[in-house]
């Protein structure tokens, strides 16, 4: 268990940028997705710009395409749904049988994709590029009081653990004879209770735990004082700037055609 | 009987755990398994078990090939408990519990609740069988973990450090019940630190070490060898030293006092 | 005289689920720099007492405490843990569960942060633990390669820079294999003799509680029910066993012996063992 969360140790540009730019990014591209989110070809360049922070972050673009394609079930379900909202709309492109897809409902579901995807790929650029301990000085640096940061990056923390809890319990209910794979969607529902079960049991005690620690060391008596403090450089300026550009750019062109 | 023949072990993305290990256990031998973390023992153990299959190598359980024997199958034949009992409890009952493994491997309905009733009684859990097994105390919590492995009536049981967590009291129970199912006819392979539990009740000890057999032989001859365990790095309990400097057959209170009382008799 | 470094008296307490005292009418007090171990099954009550003692029951674990516990002239049930800053330190079981960070720099400098200590004092503690227990080695490794043992050992040194003058430890090594054990009780060991730490600990590794501690409490359903040297509480090998301890070996080698009619002392420590059975 620790307080690393999805932090990967790597000495990349991302890495290297100041906590709290890389904070004011990540809310940017949240930003930019809000605005775009009808209209997904003006998202496309976010997207561009959060795989390429994920590649830069340590993560990989390799990691970052997996999480694309596994969110294509994901993107397949919106498409269907917003197609169908918008199937009044605009020039015909699909029609098979009930599904009508137009252009513009295509471009709405790709722009609710992305409503989700880039800030989703943005904060875990963010997470993995970040220690926790920065990521808690940054936030009681713009002005989040101390328990909140703390509690912030405590939920952060038990992210890994919950999932090594997760492969432990699965091994020990197949080693039971439990089968994944067996029956229709409600029975597979039913399969995962013996892993949800002993998992949240996991997670409850694991809470507790990491309370214990941190009460013991003190955490949240006293404004806290960081032994290092990153240093807001020219990079950082230039970065920050650079994101203004980009994303109220996109902002503001999607939201002008709006 | 569990065969191994040249066994090599490699996670996904790691080292190789076990690094060619061969070995035999015959039925009805009472095994304690000891090492230091990340020797490879809990490899060891569910490579016994099935649960893992090797990289080279083979398992033979009873003439089986663990590679090609479907899970089914294996889990007749040997069993293996978790170390964290809390890892696989979920059900409402406990009677829910310990069928579930039954209700997978599809044992005829009739069947299971007689099954679950001589499980429970085997490890001494008093309680109904709607008791919830969210109340028990860590140490029920383990016993219900044995009973649901013991409901298969496997014939061997491989029990992964069962008394991290437990008092002396509670340990020596776990043993004796572990004693009384060896006496049974099961075949009973322990992982634990306690060398002086392992000298009470088991008849061998193997020692792993960086994913191979350090020594393999009678638990007195073993625990009794206290510059081999010095340098391996344990650290020999009183009666280990004692029976080492008496040259008494085994690192136990009685068999450390008979070998004194006759000392001091015969002087 | 010698003074006090942990008092309680009467003291009852329990958690906000418990139907009854978990701890009734408990007395105790260890000396400064004394090492005190607390025995006894699961369910005793050892955990809870040392909560109490830390100031953790009930201002973090929610339940209830009555009487009198003073730590270093601190009155605990007053101030609660927060009163202990710098007083108690307190490690605890799971190795796992204890190494928070990915850099042991930033585990050792994690307490005197939250403290609020200006940034040299915290370099300067830091420093200090790092020489004091010998972590030189540690320091670029990430703390969730080491072993359990290494973990405890950092889990040590997390707390001691907060210089406290009372170490309480909860089973430390119960979940560690012969050569973690070793590394956590030599440290152990080691504060108590060079830096003169009162120490507190729940163990039930009694062959090695003989060798170090000062005095032995067996506790049974929320009270002490021994209480002594080493040699004065098992030596009294029914006792012990009857409330759930496992005596030294080289006792039940005694015991045993008296069962056949030979009249011996009972050796506790190794050493008394090699005397008494003339070896």
């Not at chain 2, 992982?191 to 088991?202: E, K, N, P, Q, S």
Request: hydrophobic content about 50%.
């Amino acid at each position: 268990m620790s307080l690393g969360g999805l932090y990967v140790e790597r000495k990349t540009l991302f890495h290297k940028l100041d906590p709290r730019a890389k904070i004011v990014w990540a809310l940017l591209v949240l930003v930019a997705s809000v605005t775009t989110q009808f209209d997904g070809l003006k998202a496309l360049p976010v997207f561009a710009s959060t795989l390429a922070a994920l590649s830069l972050s340590g993560l990989g673009a390799g990691l970052a395409l997996l999480i694309v394609v596994n969110a294509s079930a994901f993107l397949a379900a919106v498409t269907l749904i917003w197609a169908g909202v918008y199937s009044s709309q605009g020039v015909l492109l699909l029609a098979l049988g009930p599904l009508r897809l137009t252009d513009v409902g295509l471009k709405v579901a790709f722009g609710k994709f992305f409503l989700i995807m880039n800030p989703v790929l943005a904060f875990a650029a963010l997470f993995a590029s970040t220690r926790p301990y920065h990521l808690m000085w940054a936030l009681e640096k713009l002005g989040a009081p101390s328990k909140v940061a703390l509690t912030f990056t405590l939920a952060l923390n038990l992210l890994p653990s919950t999932v090594k809890a997760v492969r432990e319990v699965t091994e020990a209910q197949v080693a039971r004879g439990l089968a994944l794979d067996r029956g229709g969607v409600v029975q597979r529902l039913r399969n995962y209770a013996p892993i949800i079960v002993p998992m949240i049991a996991r997670l409850l005690s694991d809470v507790w735990d990491l309370s214990m620690v941190l009460a013991s060391r003190y955490a949240g008596y006293a404004r806290r004082t960081y032994v290092f403090e990153p240093r807001w450089s020219v990079r950082d300026t230039a970065f920050t700037l650079l994101s203004l550009l980009l994303y109220g750019g996109v902002a503001a062109w999607s939201l002008a055609l709006w | 009987m569990i065969k191994l023949e040249g066994v090599r072990f490699r996670y996904p993305n790691g080292p190789e755990a076990i690094k060619g290990v061969t070995l035999s256990v015959e039925d009805g031998e009472f095994v304690g398994v000891i090492g230091h973390s990340g020797a490879g023992k809990t490899t060891l153990a569910k490579l016994i078990a099935g649960l893992l299959k090797p990289s080279g190598g083979r398992v033979l359980v009873d003439g089986m090939d663990t590679r090609v024997t479907p899970a089914s199958v294996l889990a007749r034949k040997v069993g293996y408990v978790f170390q964290n009992p809390e890892t696989m409890l979920f059900s409402a009952t406990l009677l829910d519990e310990v069928a579930f493994a039954l209700r997978n491997f599809g044992y005829p309905p009739a069947e299971i609740e007689g099954r679950v009733r001589a499980a429970l009684e085997k490890v001494d859990l008093q309680k109904p069988l709607n008791a919830s097994p969210h109340v028990l105390s860590f140490g029920e919590k383990r016993r219900l973990a044995i009973a649901c492995i013991l409901a298969m009536d496997p014939s061997v049981v491989v029990l992964d450090e069962p008394t991290t967590g437990l008092d002396y009291a509670r340990c020596l129970s776990l043993f004796n019940t572990l004693s009384k199912l060896n006496k049974e006819g099961k075949t009973v392979i322990v992982i634990t630190h306690d060398t002086d539990l392992l000298a009470r009740f088991a008849n061998r000890v193997i020692v792993v070490e960086e994913g191979v057999i350090a020594r393999d032989g009678p638990a007195g001859e073993v625990l009794s060898d206290i510059d081999f365990l010095r340098a391996h790095g344990f650290t020999p309990t009183q009666l280990q030293v004692l029976a080492s400097k008496l040259k008494a057959p085994a690192p136990t209170a009685s068999a450390v006092s008979e070998t004194l009382a006759r000392a001091w008799r015969l002087s | 005289m010698e003074s006090s470094s942990v008092v309680v008296k009467d003291l009852y307490a329990k958690y906000a689920v418990s139907e009854s005292w978990v701890l009734k009418s408990v007395n105790l007090a260890v000396g400064k720099a004394r090492m005190l171990v607390l025995m006894g099954p699961s369910g005793c009550g050892k955990s809870t007492l040392l909560y109490a003692i830390a100031g953790l029951l009930p201002w973090v674990v929610p339940g209830e405490i009555k009487g009198e516990v003073v730590v270093e002239g601190v009155d605990v049930t007053r101030s609660g843990y927060r009163g202990l800053a710098g007083v108690v330190g307190i490690v605890y079981q799971n190795p796992e569960m204890q190494v928070v960070t990915r850099s042991v720099y930033e585990e050792l400098a994690m307490a005197p942060e939250n403290l609020g200590l200006p940034k040299e004092e915290v370099l300067r503690r830091v420093e200090w633990v790092v020489e004091a227990l010998d972590l030189g080695r540690y320091l670029d490794r990430d703390p969730q390669s080491l072993s359990g043992g290494e973990k405890q050992l950092i889990a040590i040194a997390s707390v001691l820079t907060m210089r406290p003058r009372v170490l309480l430890l909860d089973e430390p090594t119960s979940m560690l294999d012969h050569k973690g054990t070793r590394l956590v009780l030599e440290t152990v060991e080691q504060l108590k003799r060079e830096h003169g730490l009162t120490i507190i600990a729940a163990e039930h590794r009694v062959e090695w509680a003989v060798e170090v501690a000062d005095a032995v409490a067996v506790m049974s359903d929320g009270s002490i029910v021994m209480e002594g040297s080493p040699e004065e509480v098992f030596s009294r090998v029914e006792d012990v066993e009857r409330y759930g301890v496992r005596p030294p070996g080289a006792a039940e080698v005694a015991y045993e012996l008296r069962k056949r009619g030979f009249e011996v002392r009972v050796p506790v420590r190794l050493k008394a063992a090699h005397e008494v059975f003339k070896l």
